[in-house]
């Protein structure tokens, strides 16, 4: 995956790990998701 960043006036591109990203986007993303099934289940619950 390449994007672009600015240096100075000048476009440079910045290349970035696929493996890097998904790991990163993983460790967010799990604990982030079991949080939201956690809420919704207890608002179920609650409400149910």
Request: no cysteine; aromatic share 8%.
């Amino acid at each position: 995956m390449s994007t672009v960043s600015d240096h100075g006036g000048r476009q440079a591109p910045v290349n970035t790990s696929t493996g890097k990203l998904v790991v990163g986007w993983a460790l967010v993303g799990v604990p982030l998701a079991y949080g939201v099934y956690e809420t919704l289940t207890r608002v179920a619950a609650l409400f149910g």
